[in-house]
């Protein structure tokens, strides 16, 4: 089964960038729809940003849009989620999940439901 490692994560103070990593291992990403998902203590999780790693399609939540960017290193079966400009709202545990129908990046790009595999999550806080 396909395996998400998520890093990366760590404090950081507001206004600075933050870079989480994805790793995959057992399948090759070449054609998935990679998510970014986040989840602050007693709130849903939500949406941050997706892409279709065949075609390169994205999407984000607009509450990141201009300030995260999303990206997919087919070499190094990888998918990497840049984040500047950080608030503290944008403190949370961040998962990386695949969907196998990278279309959904598009179509559905935040029905957990198209998303089979996940990470175990990754923390991020934003304080002074």
């Known amino acids: 089964q396909l395996q998400l490692v998520e890093s990366g994560g760590g404090l950081v103070q507001p206004g600075g960038s933050l870079r989480l990593s994805c790793a995959a291992s057992?399948?090759?990403?070449?054609?998935?729809?990679i998510g970014w998902f986040r989840q602050a203590p007693g709130k849903e999780r939500e949406g941050v940003s997706c892409?279709?790693?065949?075609?390169?399609?994205?999407n984000y939540a607009d509450s990141v849009k201009g300030r995260f960017t999303i990206s997919v290193d087919n070499a190094k079966n990888t998918v990497s989620l840049q984040m500047n400009s950080l608030k503290p709202e944008d403190t949370a545990v961040y998962y990386c999940a695949a969907a196998p129908r990278p279309w959904i990046v598009i179509t559905a790009p935040w029905d957990e439901y198209e998303y089979e595999y996940w990470g175990q999550g990754i923390q991020v806080t934003v304080s002074s």
């Open positions: 892409i279709n790693t065949s075609d390169g399609s994205t």
């Open positions: 057992g399948r090759s990403l070449d054609y998935y729809g």
